[in-house]
């Protein structure tokens, strides 16, 4: 992110932007932060009271109304993400920014003791839903004046690591996504795609992964945001395939 990089109060105006895994951690710091900057937000996930929280905050502080779409990434299929796309298309018309942050940790063991159903289910939510969900977006994305994807990628989705299993994997695919849509799509209609490792970060998913680690020796969502804020403000519109660190 550029040094001179600060986030102006309606950097985000007009702009739509769905978050997935938008009711905690990391994606309910984005989809809290982007409304704030002017953005309608879609909340994207599976469990609806977390999302009525979000939807609630962002109305409170007087932001643009949100929308909810829940939606289980487990069991979601192709005509799932067709019908959200139709949705989208009917209610706003293009899509600006599709932020890909849910993801689920998965066995904390070795491959050789990954059980087939595990490894399935991580590389299905963390890996194969963002391909089924950018392809049914790509239209509506390319109806915007600049679309802007983002993925959510992992330290170890750049290094393999022992015991980090099906969750490493799906974030290598992921980082390999991420750069294949970037060849295809900037050229073609100004889409561009990059991928942030957030860095550790106070939320369930690092405290899972970490039961024994002090939570506050990391920092909150909140705190990681400019990257985000970057990638889908025009700052950004001629950024493309590159891999961001959200904490340096
Ligand atoms: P959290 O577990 O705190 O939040 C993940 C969100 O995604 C939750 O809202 C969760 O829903 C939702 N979600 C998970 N699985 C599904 C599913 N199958 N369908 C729909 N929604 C789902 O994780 P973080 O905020 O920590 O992580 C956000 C992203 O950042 C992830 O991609 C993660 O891999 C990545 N990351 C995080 C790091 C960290 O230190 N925190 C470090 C490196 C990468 P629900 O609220 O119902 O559980």
Redesign the pocket.
């Known amino acids: 992110v550029p040094a001179d990089f600060s986030p102006a109060d309606d950097c985000l105006k007009d702009k739509v932007i769905l978050v997935?895994?938008?009711?905690?951690?990391?994606?309910?710091a984005a989809a809290l932060a982007f409304a704030k900057r002017g953005a309608t937000v879609i909340l994207?996930?599976?469990?609806i009271e977390?999302l009525e929280a979000v939807y609630d905050e962002i109305e409170a502080s007087g932001g643009p109304t949100p929308a909810i779409y829940p939606?289980?990434?487990?069991g979601a299929c192709a005509e799932d993400y067709q019908q959200l796309a139709a949705t989208l298309e009917q209610e706003f018309g293009k899509l600006d920014g599709l932020l890909h942050?849910?993801?689920?940790?998965g066995q904390r063991r070795t491959i050789a003791q990954t059980t087939p159903d595990s490894w399935n289910e991580v590389i299905q939510?963390?890996l194969t839903?963002g391909f089924l969900l950018t392809q049914a977006l790509l239209p509506l994305l390319a109806q915007a004046e600049a679309g802007s994807i983002v993925f959510?990628?992992?330290?170890v989705g750049r290094k393999g690591r022992a015991f980090w299993g099906a969750?490493s994997v799906s974030?290598f695919g992921t980082e390999g996504l991420m750069q294949i849509l970037a060849d295809e799509e900037f050229d073609l209609n100004g889409t561009r795609v990059n991928s942030i490792?957030?860095?550790?970060?106070?939320?369930?998913?690092?405290r899972t992964a970490y039961p024994g680690e002090n939570p506050s020796s990391?920092p909150d969502?909140a705190d990681i945001m400019p990257v985000y804020l970057y990638l889908m403000s025009d700052a950004s519109r001629e950024v493309n395939g590159q891999a961001f660190n959200a904490q340096s």
Do not use: F, Q
């Open positions: 997935t895994g938008a009711g905690d951690g990391i994606g309910r994207l996930g599976r469990t977390k939606l289980h990434l487990r942050n849910a993801s689920e940790l939510v963390n839903a959510t990628s992992s330290s969750y974030k490792n957030p860095g550790a970060t106070n939320t369930t998913m690092r990391n969502p």
